[in-house]
Nanobody, 135 residues
Framework: DVQLQASGGGLVQPGGSLRLSCATSGFTFDDYTIGWFRQAPGKGREGVSCISNSDRRTYYTDSVKGRFTISSDSAKNTVYLSMNNLKPEDTAIYFC????????????????????????????WGQGTLVTVSS
């Protein structure tokens, strides 16, 4: 069975840092694209960041560029999201999703720009972890 488990959330002050982990199993990790998404209180879901494990190309939504870094560890089948200079508006439930790359359009390009299209191209979705940025 495919499993994705997000962890690492918590309470942090504005300007602080957290590292989220997305531990995966049940598929060939290096053949898959993995994305991070979030849902803030009272708002819709959005793609935050994404990595294509086959070529390690990374993508970010504009609001997190320069603050968040996505990385991938093939030995641990885990994708990380390092979040720095956190802001109250980063408060959300963060969750990860995965799919093998297929077709000419990078899944990551879809994941970080159009959540509704992301639902159609990402096959597996994990549970979330709560990040709260507050003083």
């Amino acid at each position: 069975d495919v499993q994705l488990q997000a962890s690492g959330g918590g309470l942090v002050q504005p300007g602080g840092s957290l590292r989220l982990s997305c531990a995966t199993s049940g598929f060939t990790f290096d053949d898959y694209t993995i994305g991070w998404f979030r849902q803030a209180p009272g708002k819709g879901r959005e793609g935050v960041s994404c990595i294509s494990n086959s070529d390690r190309r990374t993508y970010y939504t504009d609001s997190v560029k320069g603050r968040f870094t996505i990385s991938s560890d093939s030995a641990k089948n885990t994708v990380y999201l390092s979040m720095n200079n956190l802001k109250p508006e980063d408060t959300a439930i963060y969750f990860c999703a995965a799919a093998p790359q297929r077709g000419p359009e990078p899944i990551c390009a879809i994941a970080t720009t159009n959540y509704f299209r992301a639902l159609t191209v990402l096959d597996y979705w994990g549970q979330g972890t709560l990040v709260t940025v507050s003083s």
